[in-house]
C-alpha cells in the first residue's frame, strides 16, 4: 500500500509561484511513475504533469509547459511541481498520484494510476 500526501498548497498572487510537494511512503516509490492532477470546482480532473522512474523523463499538459517544473527525489520518497507565473485559471486542488505498473508510461489520464492523495487547495488571484 502507497500513501501520499500533498502539500505547499496556498494563497498566491497572479504572477507568483509556488512549490508542491508529494510525500510517499512505501518502499518501492524509485519505480513509480509519479503524476500532477488538479481539479476545479464543477470541472473534471485533469492532466498536469508526470515524471518517470528513471532518466527521469517529464511530461506536461499543454496549459502549464514552460510554467511548471515536476521533479523527484527518490531519496527523500518525495516528488516536487514549482509552480512559476501562475495565473487565476491554475486555482484547483491539486493531487499527486502514483502508478506501480512499471511500465515507463507517463500517463495522462487518472483511471492509469493506482494511489492518490488527498489533495492541496491552490487559490490564485488576480
Known amino acids: 500500500q502507497v500513501q501520499l500526501v500533498e502539500s505547499g498548497g496556498g494563497l498566491v498572487q497572479a504572477g507568483g509561484s509556488l512549490r508542491l510537494s508529494c510525500a510517499a511512503s512505501?518502499?518501492?516509490?524509485?519505480?513509480?511513475?509519479m503524476g500532477w492532477f488538479r481539479q476545479a470546482p464543477g470541472k473534471e480532473r485533469e492532466f498536469v504533469a508526470a515524471?518517470?522512474?528513471?532518466?527521469?523523463?517529464?511530461n506536461y499538459a499543454d496549459s502549464v509547459k514552460g510554467r511548471f517544473t515536476i521533479s523527484r527525489d527518490n531519496a527523500k520518497n518525495t516528488v516536487y511541481l514549482q509552480m512559476n507565473s501562475l495565473k487565476p485559471e491554475d486555482t484547483a486542488v491539486y493531487y499527486c498520484a502514483a502508478d506501480d505498473r512499471r511500465l515507463g508510461i507517463l500517463h495522462t489520464t487518472p483511471e492509469n494510476y493506482d494511489y492518490w492523495g488527498q489533495g492541496t487547495q491552490v487559490t490564485v488571484s488576480s
Open positions: 512505501g518502499r518501492a516509490f524509485s519505480w513509480y511513475t
Open positions: 515524471i518517470s522512474w528513471s532518466a527521469p523523463t517529464t
